[in-house]
């Protein structure tokens, strides 16, 4: 330790070996027995003024990352990028980078500019998720193209071109054969390699150490749908060997791999590489069936999947029964540019309606708990977005938030729970590979009316709709109701009838109860000290008037 008295910590290394919170309290000792300090000095320390902290600068050129060491036209492949610009003839240029590589942003800008002479727009913010193509954002700059970077799900978009570009997350190919190895003795294994997109990179490598010793591992290959318009930088793609013509090939999550002849997804294990989060999860919940290992490039350790998955089924199990007891449902809008999310949208208004539900659409952006809390009328939400962010663990939440495919088992009781997980919506849409249609009701029946027991309040359900108003399209919130043993028309608005039950129902406008007056100035200054306080007890019996 330094002795009193001393000015200052002027040895680097006796710096850099105390820690930072150790760094700060041995500074402000030295500075309160330091004699050559003055007492002003010793004040400025512990409160500095307001004007020093509005024109205080502060210096960022230390802020060091690996892209500014020289990488950066590597690890955001700016050279590819400026290809896709030019052959296509851009001139604005969208593009949108998630908050961790935000720093980086300005750089990359300058450069694609400099190179093609195209203009380019920085989105920061998206509107949901950063996995996500905010072609929303992009249009609102009149953009040509998206050039999306870094972590992404891969989710079909149909308004602009796209190209990704996933970056080169720096990973130990060795040691991930090794973990490998380790995991999977038998050299016989199943095994399908699953990736996170930023370490795609690397997988042509490790297939090369795994293949002579495992001949039945199966490397997935990231695809998208060209349909769309999307691109992906050829060095981010894997060469897979040629398939055999009664390999059954699956493409999901936009990853494309074959199983042999006569197995199916359930008979291999799957081994992911990347860090625990939304991409793991939403391959864990689809593929329940199958045993997950993992490599974490960061830690540079490999495991076994821990997570029970029949807990996490269990829980959104409950969600489902939840969403049946729930007689008004909120549609989350967590998307604007995944393909057909309004076609979804319109399926689940459809089921809500013949299901004897009422709904109500919202579009909010990014979803948390306060901005729910304000709809308390709302019993159930049901999210529609990419199958990453529609897992939301609502456990926070003052109303359960389920999945499109949740809330149709709720509705459509010709769809059972059978352990299957669909995370994807457009599996629901008719032609979808897990599409189930709605029962056909019988004309000739007056009205269908099925009960059941709520598996969480022991009450019994009944769900009536008169059959011919869902074929002819005239159930509307308005209907004929009994009352006073007369007939009259009433609403039957699900959230005014909520309204009405309240104990306060908001302030009374009392329309042409109140006189007009003229505009009157109010007072003026703050509540500690009006203008006109201090004058006299005169203005402490004067009422007070509307500010």
């Known amino acids: 330790m330094m002795k009193t008295g001393q000015k200052g910590l002027n040895d680097e290394e006796e710096r850099a070996a105390l820690p930072k919170l150790t760094w700060k309290l041995v500074c402000t000792v030295f500075l309160c027995f330091d004699p050559e300090y003055s007492c002003q000095k010793m004040t400025d320390a512990f409160s500095s003024s307001s004007e020093a902290v509005l024109q205080r600068t502060v210096s960022v050129s230390s802020i060091r990352t690996a892209s500014h060491a020289g990488n950066l036209l590597q690890l955001y492949q700016i050279a590819e990028t400026c290809q896709f610009i030019t052959s296509n003839q851009f001139k604005k240029v969208a593009l949108q980078f998630p908050d961790e590589l935000l720093p980086d942003a300005v750089r990359v800008s300058v450069e694609i500019e400099k190179e093609t002479q195209a203009k380019t727009f920085i989105l920061g913010d998206t509107s949901y998720g950063s996995c996500c193509v905010d072609e929303v954002a992009a249009e609102h700059v009149r953009a040509d193209c998206i050039v999306h970077y870094g972590p992404s799900c891969l989710s079909p978009h149909r308004r602009l071109p796209l190209l990704y570009v996933f970056g080169k997350r720096p990973i130990d190919v060795q040691q991930c054969a090794v973990a490998f190895k380790e995991l999977y003795p ?80 359930n008979n291999y294990s799957m081994f992911y590489i990347g860090q625990e989060g939304l991409t793991l999860t939403n391959f864990m919940m689809t593929w329940n069936q199958c045993a997950f290992s993992s490599f974490n490039p960061e830690t540079h350790t490999g495991r076994v999947e821990s997570v029970q998955i029949n807990k996490a089924l269990m829980k959104r199990y409950y969600a489902i029964e939840r969403a049946k007891d729930a007689g008004v449902v909120g549609i989350l809008v967590g998307t604007l540019g995944v393909s057909n999310y309004l076609t979804i949208i319109e399926q689940l208004k459809d089921i809500i309606h013949k299901a004897g539900k009422k709904s109500y659409m919202f579009a909010m952006g990014k979803i948390n708990v306060p901005k729910l809390a304000n709809f308390l009328e709302i019993d159930v939400y049901v999210l529609v977005a990419c199958p990453e962010n529609s897992l939301l663990n609502s456990s926070e939440f003052y109303r359960p938030v389920v999945t499109p495919f949740e809330m149709e088992l709720a509705c459509n009781k010709h769809r059972e729970w059978t352990g299957e997980y669909v995370t994807d919506f457009r599996d629901l849409l008719p032609g979808g590979r897990s599409h189930v249609g709605f029962p056909e009701r019988d004309p000739s029946a007056i009205e269908e009316e099925t009960t059941d027991v709520s598996l969480i309040t022991g009450a019994l359900r009944t769900c009536s709709t008169t059959s011919l108003e869902i074929i002819n399209g005239t159930s509307e919130s308005s209907s004929l109701v009994p009352r006073n043993q007369t007939l009259t028309v009433a609403n039957t608005n699900t959230a005014a009838s909520f309204l009405s039950g309240r104990s306060w129902q908001g302030l009374e406008p009392k329309l042409g109860q109140t006189p007009v007056v003229k505009a009157v100035e109010g007072r003026r200054g703050i509540a500690i000290a009006y203008e006109e306080e201090g004058a006299g007890n005169k203005d402490a019996s004067t009422p007070l008037q509307n500010s």
């Open 186 to 265: 038998d050299h016989q294994s199943h095994v399908i390699v699953l990736y996170d997109v930023t370490y795609s990179h690397a997988i042509g490598d490790l297939r090369t150490l795994l293949h002579d010793i495992y001949p039945n591992v199966v490397v997935s290959l990231l695809k998208t749908d060209h349909s769309c318009g999307a691109e992906l930088i050829e060095d981010s793609c894997v060469d897979i060997d040629h398939r055999n013509s009664q390999d059954r090939d699956i493409f999901k999550f936009g990853r494309e791999f074959s199983v042999k002849a006569g197995q199916s997804v």
